[in-house]
């Protein structure tokens, strides 16, 4: 299983940048797909996740009406879209993966680094 996650970089506060996550190895039926982001000092916490099958989606209250993510199930492509971007939203974001079937995320990505200068 390999996660490949893209798009990150330097944000002006406002900005709108998208990132992706290029997934290879995993039987897409049976997985949900999530980001998650780690600020400097701190946890790493939950940001939205995404069933393969029904795009159902979920999202942090904390990025509840701002982010969005989507999938393209020919590319094998999980994105997350970011809007109205904030100095707080900076942080490594990583794409992860788990079965359908269990609560633990246990594949993940390398991690993207989106800062966001106010």
């Known amino acids: 299983v390999q996660l490949q996650a893209s798009g990150g970089g330097l944000v002006q506060a406002g900005g709108f940048p998208r990132l992706s996550c290029a997934a290879s190895?995993?039987?897409?039926?049976?997985?949900?797909m999530a980001w998650f982001r780690q600020a400097p000092g701190k946890k790493r916490k939950f940001v939205a996740s995404i069933s393969w099958n029904d795009g159902s989606a979920l999202y942090a209250d904390s990025v509840k009406g701002r982010f969005t993510i989507s999938r393209d199930n020919a590319k094998n492509t999980v994105y997350l879209q970011m809007n109205s971007l904030k100095p707080e939203d900076t942080a490594v974001y990583y794409c992860a993966a788990r079965r359908i079937s269990r609560s633990e995320y246990v594949n993940w990505g390398q991690g993207t680094l989106v800062t966001v200068s106010s």
């Open positions: 190895g995993l039987p897409f039926g049976t997985h949900r």
